[in-house]
């Protein structure tokens, strides 16, 4: 007989030649959220209120209420987050397609450019580049683009934010352009902030990811840790954001299914 | 203003004493039940005998003389509340007189009652008036002997009075408890002793305070022929004053309403202080002692010094002064402080004291000084006292 | 002269803290009324609407016309009739403090009243009368020298009645702006000890930073008061060792109520100053009261700096005003609170402060400096209610007088 793919998933999954990689980041009141112009209004962070604690408000339970933005923490970004994407069909996140919560990886390491160069660009240049040595990029992936960044978590250096603005690594819009028309790439899934660069809203167009990915349905991750676990090809990542009524994103936790050959 | 109607057919008796305690338990209830039974054991009088009920009291609360005469089993035909501390024995005085002179009772009996139980001293303190509780007291809570170190510390910058001459008044009023039974203060004073003693509230020592006890006073007021026929020994008055929030001009006290009053006093009275066998006057600290000698016509302030200096205020001695001690070594029961003047002035004329006997006392001379309601007393008030009989 | 305080030492473990008492706080309605005025700073006495006399102690009707009675200002000029040293009361607040100075006051104005004396007063001076809040939020009379003299705050007997910073331990919630920074340097010159710095986003640089937290006195520390976990970690940290807090927080926003306005500038507003206010109370209260009477540092103040606006609401800020309503609010509650305490609850009013949220408005404005006095005045005087600035000024003398009125003028 022989066994569904899941069945052997499941094989895999209690033998650990399949493990579960946690690609979150710990959601808590000080992890840092994107920061606007102070004149736009501001993303809020992770904040907790104690309801009860085993005490006089709840004997024998122990719950918070939990507020935050859309956008904190590790979060997933809706087509309908940006304004090229407002027209789309099923561009919240409650619309979203539950099939398109898991989809396979491919890993783009530029964490050596960016810690040279913190504000590295990634272009269609140095993607054909990358798929000279490593292989085309298949269709319908998330590309997971490692840089490192989520070492910096905790220090002023992950934000990187200087008078004239934030410093971070992230896509033009030419890259852009043939990951999403040319690739067809599920989305753009980053360790730092916002799929886009720090300084991308000076770039021509301005915010190209969030601008290309949402206008054409396509979604972003961000705030990833532990990519640098992941290997370049085979890892399927696991994203439900939760299902917020008309939401243009949501915190939700990430993880990657990735084989491992045995010793 | 006309002189002062005189008291006919008035006879004063029963001085009652009920022995202090330093702390009770119980309650001003329970005291002036206490000085009721013991005037029944004198006159042989029960409740529906006395058709006249005066009431003074600061521990009573809730109740008034109204709670009072219904938890005595009283059914009086006349009643007052007196309010006023250390005036209230000469106020209850003057009332119940008025009272039985004009037929609106025939047998009063004046009643003082006070308990001190543990901490009631403070909490008397602490809500004692609406100006002491809103100007007084919060100002470093002295009680009464911050305000009367005032008081005290002015006099004696004013009038050139010292330490060693109100120590004289002490030590005297000591001397004068030793043969009281009932005094609280049992040992002998020196003068010596009043001067090294601890500060309290400077100029204030020691031994210018008072002691706050539990206890009562009582006395009869009625018609001679009801106190011969109770076989009472009586005295008739002579003379009475009363005055309230005098001189408020003064900055701080250094003369009292009797100032006021004095002449009409003496006049009625028709006699003069030097005819004074005894002088029974309100002694919460010795600078109101001095301030009534003077106020009173003893002597003017300037030469208070030389006046006391020149008596000797002992039982035997040329001005006998708070001949039980006074409050200063027999004890302050509350608002019975204010009627101990009265009892003893009256003991001592009646022949029937509770130490020593003054030599020949036929009158007495008893005043009251009460309720210091925010930088001074208020109430003043006066009384001369004769013998009428002896039985 | 006054001796200067000592540098208190630091606190025996063995010892256990003197409790935080108050003075007696039974009053009546009308000395309650006089509170007011002396949480101003004010020195009045109630006069006669009908024969204009001045009477003291606080009465009900006029003891010369049996006239209604008004406070009015009077002047502070008085002469000290008498003098004790009180070395015995059976109140447990005054037998910690013995012996304890007060006389009988001669008021220029008239009347006569027995008040607490400053160590260098004595019978027979000319004084100068204060109207202050005693521990237990009740008004007090109290002479001091005409003339300022060395060391004059230093006064054990004044101490009481004030929060004075001298050798005390301040947290000031907010350091990241030129207000919280030219406060925390006021009150190192006015004496603290140390001044804890908040910063509610240590990952994040602000103006001015390097040479604040260079300078000696200056402890940086994170405190963030939207986030209850991290007033609680600081309060943990420090609760027994902040003496005064400073409340230098706050979030405003031009925005109208239904126009021009963002609701998340409203809730951010209002986390900030009314919940936030709420959160550092919680985290800091209650350690403070335990220790407001224990010695040269003891636990004094709570002060929050808050637009003036929150009486009266004010077009253009609507939210801004709304959130500072709360938190008047809020420290009125917090007062009674901390009423049996002996911790000040103050209050700084402040017009429009100089800053980037203010850029639209007309001079004047309150500057850093500006304010920072009046926190240093509100201390050291232990005053409930100062005003920052003349527009403040204006509005609380406006709303004083009609309270309807000004709501109607800063609404339109």
Redesign the interface.
Known sequence: MTRSPLTLLAEALADRTVECIDLTNTLSPDFPVIVLPAEFGQCAPFRMEKVSRYDDNGPAWYWNNISMNEHTGTHFDAPAHWVTGKDLPSNTVDAVPAQDFVAPAVVIDISNEAAADADFVLTRAFLEDWEAQHGEIPKRHWIALRTDWYKRVGTPDYLNLKEDGAHSPGPDGRAMEFLVHERDCVGLAVETVGTDAGQAFHFNPPLPAHSILHGNGRYGLQCLTNLDKLPTFGAMIIACPLKIEGGSGSPLRVIALVERTPA | MGLQSPYEGVAICAPTTVPYVRFSPESAHWWAGAALQSLAQTTGLGPADIDGFCFASFSAAPDTVVGMVQHLGLSPRWMDHIPTGGASGVMALRRAARAVQCGDAEVVACVAADTNQIDS??QT???FS??S???????????P???F???T??FM?QFGVTRETFGKLCVAQRQNALSNPLALMKTPLTLDQYMSA???????HLFDCVMPCAGAEAFLVTTPEKAEELGLSSARVLATIERHNAFTED??QFRGGWERDREALWQRAGCVPEDMHCVQVYDDYPVIVAMQLADLGFCEKPDLTDFIAANDFTIPGSLPLNTNGGQLSAGQAGAAGGFQNLTEGLRQILRCPLGDQVPEAARALVSGFGLVN??RGVCTGAAVLERQALR | MTEPLPIPKRKDPLKRSRFGLVPPGLRSRAASEMATFAAQGRFVLQSCDRCRSITYPPRDRCPSCWGTLTWADQDRGARIEAVTTIRHSTDNFFRNHMPWRIGTARLDAGPVAIVHLHGEVQQGDRVRMTLRLDRGGNPALFAVPQKETPNMQDDPQLRCFTADPKHRRVLVTDGRTAIGQAIARALLKAGAQTVFLGDADPLMRYPGKAEIEAQEGIEPVSLNLTDSGSVQELAAQLGGRVDIVVNTAGFVRPGGVAFGAKLSDLQATFDLGAVGLARLAQGFAPAMSARSDDGVNSAAAFLDIVPVSGLSGQSGYAGAAASAAARLSLMSGLRGEMQQSGIRVLSVLTGPVDDDWHQDLPQPKVAPGQLARAVVHALTEGQGITCAGDVAKDLFARWQANPLLTMREENR
């Open positions: 001293y403070r303190l602490a809500g609406r100006f509780q809103d100007a007084t007291y919060p100002y470093g809570f002295g009680g002997n911050a305000t170190a005032l008081i510390g002015n910058r601890r500060p309290i509230s400077d100029p204030v900055s701080v925010y930088d």
